[in-house]
């Protein structure tokens, strides 16, 4: 069985159960490096507010931020019907799913997420990942990736169920090798609290790209 399918049947829920505890902590926008990442963009001030879509969102709390204090039009993609079900809570317009099939038109956002979820990505659907996020971003836009990270790409058992890896690499090049996409900003920092650490089994990086394709 494909990974994505043991999330959208119930491992996407228990996810959600163990983190949801400690997200419920963070103060938003200060603990969240996403956010902050999201806040410096120049975005150009148009009639109708940013689109903005996470992929990854969990119980859309980061989304509902976002709306509610600056303004964006927010959309969300889990594969945890629980998360969708909280963020739909929250008025988060979520849909159950996975990141290789979005169920978007083609450039409907200025800005894509990806919140800590391409980790557990199956490997061969990296290629679909990449171009599905492509299709659905504006030229130009804004990726911001947030996950994991290592400068060679390993592979890990996953802590909470057998039979599922973990897979760390550095998720720029998923879209970086190309000469539409550059990198404006990318930080590596311990996976609980962001603060430097030598250790690269904690590390986890933020990373802002640039879509800006020739016309």
């Known amino acids: 069985m494909k990974q994505r399918d043991v999330f959208l049947q119930s491992e996407g829920d228990a996810w959600l159960e163990?983190?949801?505890?400690?997200?419920?902590?963070?103060?938003?926008?200060?603990?969240?490096?996403?956010?902050?990442?999201?806040?410096q963009l120049p975005l150009s001030p148009t009639a109708a507010p940013s689109k903005l879509l996470e992929i990854g969102c969990a119980s859309g709390s980061r989304l509902a931020w976002l709306r509610d204090n600056r303004g964006f039009d927010c959309y969300g993609l889990d594969p945890s019907a629980k998360a969708v079900s909280a963020a739909s809570a929250q008025g988060v317009l979520a849909q159950q799913g996975t990141a290789e099939k979005l169920p978007f038109g083609a450039a409907a956002f200025d800005v894509v997420v990806f919140g800590f979820c391409l980790y557990l990505c199956?490997?061969?659907?990296?290629?679909?990942?990449?171009c599905e996020a492509d299709r659905v971003l504006r030229?130009?836009?804004w990726l911001v990736i947030q996950d994991f990270y290592s400068a060679t790409p390993c592979q890990r058992p996953y802590h909470h169920r057998s039979g599922i890896s973990?897979?760390?690499?550095?998720?720029?090049?998923?879209?970086?090798w190309h000469p539409g996409y550059s990198n404006y900003f990318h930080k590596i920092g311990h996976h609980v609290d962001g603060t430097y650490t030598d250790d690269p089994n904690e590390w986890v990086a933020t990373s802002v790209l640039r879509k800006h394709l020739a016309p």
């Open 18 to 39: 163990r983190n949801t505890p400690r997200g419920a902590t963070r103060a938003l926008p200060d603990c969240d490096e996403v956010l902050l990442a999201i806040l």
């Open 122 to 130: 199956d490997r061969e659907d990296l290629f679909l990942i990449a």
């Open 139 to 141: 030229n130009p836009g």
């Open 166 to 176: 973990s897979f760390k690499m550095d998720y720029r090049h998923l879209f970086a």
